[in-house]
């Protein structure tokens, strides 16, 4: 018995994966009010991330290729580890008391977005891949897969 898979929309999946690009470049935007408290280096950070996050926004807009995907799925793994790490250890360069602080608002969002960019690239990524796999036997299925 095979199991149908339900497969993100591009139509759908894109602009989902566009907004949430930009919640990371806003939530970095906002940040880097704390940034300036902390370091020249953290706003520099925040910036090229802000950076980088807007360019994946427009990535996903513009084109629909694996590379776009992968390049969301590093971002989202990336923002959510550099998360992780920020609350276990803190930052280079500040206080001690700038570590833990799980709950912080600001903090959660970034966690949630990273998150579901991640879950999502890899829901894409992933079902692409299986469809790859798949023997094409008529012209009407290489229709309906691309």
């Known amino acids: 018995m095979s199991r149908a898979l339900v497969a993100p929309e591009p139509q759908v999946a894109r602009p989902v994966g566009a907004v949430l690009f930009l919640g ?18 953290a706003v520099f950070a925040l910036f090229l991330a802000f950076i980088l996050a807007v360019l994946g926004a427009f990535l996903l807009l513009l084109e629909d290729r694996n590379r776009v995907w992968w390049y969301a799925l590093v971002e989202g793994v990336l923002t ?11 930052l280079p360069f500040t206080a001690p008391q700038a570590d833990g602080n799980w709950f912080q608002e600001i ?20 079902i692409r891949r299986l469809r790859a796999q798949e023997t094409v036997v008529s012209a009407r299925q290489r229709i309906l897969t691309r």
């Open 107 to 126: 903090g959660l969002a970034l966690a949630f977005c990273g998150t579901a960019l991640s879950g999502l690239a890899i829901w894409v990524l992933w």
């Open 24 to 41: 990371l470049a806003l939530i970095h935007l906002m940040s880097m009010t704390n940034g300036f408290r902390i370091g020249a280096y």
């Open 80 to 90: 959510l580890a550099g998360w992780v790490l920020s609350r276990v250890d803190g």
